[in-house]
């Protein structure tokens, strides 16, 4: 299932991220390493898909179920093909 953003907000600038939140710097990544830096960015997809099953579940144990559901979004999230790209 993909998430459907209206075009204005995909458009969108955030300036507030940026100023609030250290980015990190900006690095160059040789051509050879791609295919290793790929496989970083799905292991951190899974770690993080991982960490919201559990945060769901622990806030559902806590708080109750209606209050865990909001992390069902945040896995869509991690899951839209583009995020974690089907073509490379």
Known sequence: ?????????????FPLI???FS?????KIEAADIPHEIQ????????????VRATE???TKSLG?????????????LKDKILGGKKQ
């Open 1 to 13: 299932m993909a998430l459907v953003f209206p075009p204005e907000l995909l458009l969108a600038k």
């Open 18 to 20: 940026k100023d609030n």
């Open 23 to 27: 980015l990190p710097a900006e690095e």
């Open 40 to 51: 970083r960015f799905k292991e951190a997809l899974k770690f993080a898909e991982n960490d």
């Open 57 to 59: 579940a622990n806030i």
């Open 65 to 77: 179920k209606k209050y865990g559901e909001i992390f069902a979004i945040h896995l869509l999230l």
